[in-house]
T-cell receptor, first 115, second 112 residues
Framework: DAGVTQSPTHLIKTRGQQVTLRCSPKSGHDTVSWYQQALGQGPQFIFQYYEEEERQRGNFPDRFSGHQFPNYSSELNVNALLLGDSALYLC??????????????FGNGTRLTVT | QQQVKQSPQSLIVQKGGISIINCAYENTAFDYFPWYQQFPGKGPALLIAIRPDVSEKKEGRFTISFNKSAKQFSLHIMDSQPGDSATYFCAASRFIDDKIIFGKGTRLHILP
């Protein structure tokens, strides 16, 4: 049973560039959430996708956008990269609503470094 | 505004001892309190979770204690082992809300 897979594992970009990160959810899951984890901090919610729609969004600027495909996989796009965007980007999947009855399953993340 | 405050930042415990990590929350609407364990180079993994209608939940060596009136909850790891060395995150969410709010984490080191 494949878990959550993310690609690439590491990425180095220059300030001002754009980046796309990819995620395949755990088999059987239909909901994908994206989190940003800065060094030494807890994950912060970016947004969640369900049925190809953004269902909820955290406190992140519009430079952060996403997409969910019919096969439930997802992409996270970040435009006009800033040095402060350097972080581990985590994808998490679940079945239906997150939380109380449906825990998150995280991937191992994409380490993004902006220089 | 930090909605989930976690302490301590780091913790060193002897093998066989009890590790205790504390968290406090602000939003009384939270109704789901999970703990996640993260090893270096890996994503967080759900360890144990509790709802506010119970004061304690135990799974093996891991126990969550929950104090609704104080808006506090804690993780106890009994008979701590070197393999428990990891970063632990407490978290909270509302059922009607799909985002989970994480604490800043506690780096736990178990001495062999």
């Amino acid at each position: 049973d494949a878990g959550v897979t993310q690609s690439p594992t590491h990425l180095i970009k220059t300030r001002g560039q754009q980046v796309t990160l990819r995620c395949s959810p755990k088999s059987g899951h239909d909901t994908v959430s994206w989190y940003q984890q800065a060094l030494g901090q807890g994950p912060q919610f970016i947004f969640q996708y369900y049925e190809e729609e953004e269902r909820q969004r955290g406190n992140f600027p519009d430079r952060f956008s996403g997409h969910q495909f019919p096969n439930y996989s997802s992409e996270l796009n970040v435009n006009a990269l800033l040095l402060g965007d350097s972080a581990l980007y985590l994808c998490a999947s679940s079945l239906g609503r997150t939380g109380t009855e449906q825990p998150l399953h995280f991937g191992n993340g994409t380490r993004l470094t902006v220089t | 505004q930090q909605q989930v405050k976690q302490s301590p930042q780091s913790l060193i415990v002897q093998k066989g001892g009890i590790s205790i990590i504390n968290c406090a929350y602000e939003n009384t609407a939270f109704d789901y309190f999970p703990w996640y364990q993260q090893f270096p180079g890996k994503g967080p993994a759900l360890l144990i979770a509790i709802r506010p209608d119970v004061s304690e939940k135990k799974e093996g060596r891991f126990t969550i204690s929950f104090n609704k009136s104080a808006k506090q909850f804690s993780l106890h790891i009994m008979d701590s082992q070197p393999g428990d060395s990891a970063t632990y995150f407490c978290a909270a969410s509302r059922f009607i809300d799909d985002k989970i709010i994480f604490g800043k984490g506690t780096r736990l080191h178990i001495l062999p």
